[in-house]
């Protein structure tokens, strides 16, 4: 299984997201989040712009009918209120997962993951940013409750809290199965261009 692959299967989706779900962007016409990406299902993206939540700036061909008027599904939205970004990125597996770029931080194997104290929670090792970092199977048994030096492994790069930035461009690097040329603008608009 590709990292690819595995990182989009981790982030589980309504079911109605796969019928044109619509590309949320903030208010500065950015995305939400990058991984998982911001998305709604198309009702809410049209609820919302009945609620005159967000405006509307990009349209699927498709069209919603109601008795007494039809319209384009959104592919595109933006809020017409500014969301503040988080401080600090919250200490989750998924974050822990993407941080590491869902690879074992000791062998760089990629698939399924967990997570392994780098000082074992029996030698005192605590569960933070620090001291956490995602693994292979075979790697966190290998390691068990022993230290680096006494398993004779190595950390691939040494364990940081990352900042919501970092995750942001780090989740960049995943993009899910769908993504509508609508969107393309927007996801991708600071990316260099090809000479």
């Known amino acids: 299984m590709s990292v690819s692959s595995f990182a989009t299967n981790f982030v589980r989706s309504p079911g109605n997201l796969k019928d044109h779900p619509a590309l949320v962007l903030n208010a500065d016409y950015r995305p939400l989040s990058y991984f998982p990406l911001s998305l709604w299902p198309w009702q809410e993206a049209v609820k919302a712009a009945f609620l005159d939540r967000v ?25 017409k209120d500014y969301v503040k970004p988080a401080k600090m990125a919250a200490f989750t597996r998924f974050n822990l ?23 074992p929670r029996a030698r005192g090792g605590r569960t933070t940013w620090e001291n956490v970092v995602a693994a292979c199977g075979p790697c966190n048994l290998k390691k068990g409750s022993k230290t680096l030096e006494r398993a004779g492994m190595k950390l691939r790069k040494p364990p940081r809290q990352p900042s919501p930035e970092q995750l942001q461009n780090t989740g960049r690097k995943f993009p899910p199965n769908f993504l509508h040329e609508s969107w393309m603008d927007f996801l ?8």
């Open 55 to 79: 405006s509307i700036i990009a349209e699927y061909d498709t069209v919603a009918h109601s008795p007494s008027m039809e319209m384009r599904l959104p592919s595109v939205v933006v809020l």
């Open 97 to 119: 997962f993407l941080r590491d770029g869902f690879t074992c931080q000791y062998c760089g194997a990629t698939g399924e993951m967990t997570f392994d104290h780098v000082i």
């Open 188 to 195: 991708y608009w600071d990316a260099e261009l090809d000479a």
